[in-house]
C-alpha cells in the first residue's frame, strides 16, 4: 500500500486554461484499460523537458528532444501523446519509425505538423510497439479532450502505479490568478537523473518562452532529481513543463523577479508533491524516507552522501524490518566517495534520536530508542559531515519483498 498518499480529488485538480486532456482504451499491452493521453495545447503555448540521461534512451526520447529543438514561433508544440504498457525502448530504427508514426498521425487528425507533436512511452523495453492499436484509439482519445480531464490523465499513465498522482495550486501574479496543474507516474526504476518517470505540468502564465527551459530543469532540480527507489534511470524518464500564456498576467521576463520567483516556488512544489508521490507509492514501499546531509563542502558531496544511503539495499532493507542496524547508514556515508571525509566528525540522526557522534555511537542512544523511530511509516535520517554550509535533501523508501515480487511478475 502507499505510504500516506491517496487518490488526489478531480475537484482539487484546477483546469489550466489552453490545455484539454482525453484518454482512451486503445489494448496496447492490455484489454479494457485506460493507456492512451492526448493533451492537446491552444497555438501560442510554449514547452520545454528534461530527459533521462541514460545513454540507452527511448526512441520517443530522442524524437521529444529533436522536435523540442525546433519548437519556435507558429511551429510550436501543440500536443502531447503518452501510451502506457510499452515503453518503445531498446527498439532501435524501428522504435523510432514507430514514434514518428505516432507523432504523424496524430498530427494528421489535429490538421498540425508532426514536429508539433511531443510522443511519449511508458512500460515494457525491447518489445515492438503496437502503433496500430495506438493509432486506432486517437479518434477516441481527441474526441474526449476536456479541460478538466487531469484525473484522466493521471490514471491513464500508470504502470505498475497502484494510485494515479496530480498536484495543482494556484497563486496570484500581477494581481492575476496563475494555475500550476500536472501528473506524474512511476513506481519502480526510479532514479531520475536529469523513472519509469513521466511528469507534465502546465501552467497558464505568461512567461518568456526562453525562461522555460531553466525553470523546468530548477524543478526537476529541486523535486524529480531528489528521489530514488531503486536506483534504476530508466530508458524512458521525461519531466515537461506547458505555458500556454493566458493567464493574464505581466510578462515574466526574468525569473529572479518578484514574480518569477513566484511561479519558480509554485512550479517547484508542484514539482516536489508529484516527485515525493511516486516514492510514497515505490513498489513495495512501505516507509516514506528523507535523507537531509548537512555541513558538507559543497552540493555535490552532499548529493553523494544522500544517494549512498538512499540506494544502499542493506539500509532499506532494515528500514522495511524496523531494524535499527543504524551502522549500515554510517558505512554508506564512508564510502560516498570523499576521499577526505574524517569519521570523527560525523553526527547522525534518526528524526529526534541522536545515533552517533564523532564517529561513534552516542554515548546516550539506546536501541529502543531507535526502533520506536523505525517503525514510523514517515522517517527522517539527518547526518552532518561538519566540513562547510552546503546541504541536501533526498527522498526515498524502503525495499520490501514486495517489490522482488513486483518485478519479478512485471510482464506476466
Not at 535523507?291 to 532499506?316: F, M, N, T, W
Not at 577526505?340 to 561513534?360: E, H, M, N
Request: with cysteine.
Amino acid at each position: 500500500m502507499p505510504v500516506n498518499l491517496l487518490p488526489p480529488d478531480p475537484s482539487s485538480l484546477h483546469a489550466v486554461p489552453g490545455v484539454r486532456i482525453g484518454v482512451a482504451r486503445a489494448g496496447i499491452r492490455k484489454p479494457n484499460r485506460v493507456d492512451l493521453v492526448v493533451l492537446a495545447l491552444d497555438a501560442g503555448a510554449s514547452a520545454a523537458g528534461v530527459f533521462t540521461r541514460n545513454r540507452f534512451c527511448a526512441a520517443p526520447v530522442q524524437v521529444c528532444r529533436e522536435h523540442l529543438a525546433h519548437a519556435v514561433g507558429a511551429t510550436g508544440i501543440r500536443a502531447v501523446v503518452v501510451n502506457t504498457g510499452n515503453a518503445n525502448a531498446g527498439t532501435g530504427a524501428d522504435g523510432l519509425a514507430r514514434a514518428r508514426r505516432t507523432c504523424a498521425t496524430l498530427a494528421g487528425l489535429m490538421d498540425l505538423a508532426p514536429e508539433q507533436v511531443l510522443p511519449f512511452s511508458t512500460g515494457v523495453i525491447m518489445e515492438t510497439l503496437p502503433v496500430d492499436r495506438l493509432e486506432a484509439g486517437l479518434p477516441a482519445a481527441l474526441a474526449d479532450l476536456r479541460a478538466d480531464g487531469w484525473a484522466n490523465a493521471a490514471q491513464g499513465i500508470m504502470t505498475t502505479d497502484t494510485l494515479p498522482k496530480a498536484a495543482s495550486r494556484q497563486v496570484l501574479i500581477g494581481g492575476r490568478t496563475v494555475t500550476i496543474t500536472g501528473v506524474s507516474k512511476g513506481a519502480g526504476m526510479i532514479r531520475p537523473n536529469m523513472a519509469t518517470m513521466l511528469g507534465f505540468v502546465a501552467t497558464d502564465a505568461v512567461i518568456a518562452p526562453g525562461l522555460l527551459q531553466t525553470l523546468v530543469t530548477a524543478a526537476a532540480d529541486a523535486s524529480f532529481n531528489r528521489i530514488t527507489i531503486d536506483g534504476d534511470t530508466s530508458t524512458n524518464d521525461s519531466f515537461v513543463l506547458i505555458a500556454t500564456q493566458q493567464a493574464g498576467n505581466p510578462p515574466i521576463e526574468s525569473l529572479e523577479s518578484a514574480d518569477g520567483q513566484i511561479l519558480r516556488d509554485a512550479v517547484t512544489a508542484v514539482s516536489q508533491q508529484l516527485a515525493q508521490a511516486i516514492v510514497r507509492d515505490g513498489e513495495g514501499a512501505t516507509k516514506f524516507i528523507t535523507v537531509q546531509i548537512e555541513g558538507g563542502a559543497d552540493e555535490d558531496e552532499c548529493r553523494h552522501v544522500a544517494y549512498a544511503i538512499a540506494h544502499s539495499p542493506l539500509v532499506k532493507t532494515a528500514f522495511f524490518a524496523s531494524d535499527p542496524n543504524l551502522g549500515r547508514i554510517l558505512a554508506a556515508v564512508g564510502y560516498a566517495g570523499i576521499d577526505d571525509l574524517d569519521q570523527s566528525l560525523i553526527d547522525l540522526y534518526l528524526d529526534d534520536v541522536y545515533v552517533a557522534t564523532q564517529g561513534g555511537r552516542h554515548p546516550d542512544y539506546s536501541e529502543a530508542d531507535g526502533q520506536r523511530v523505525m517503525k514510523q511509516s514517515e522517517i527522517t535520517v539527518r547526518v552532518l559531515l561538519h566540513r562547510g554550509q552546503a546541504s541536501t535533501t533526498v527522498w526515498t523508501c524502503d525495499l520490501s519483498h514486495d517489490y522482488v515480487s513486483i518485478n519479478a511478475d512485471y510482464r506476466s
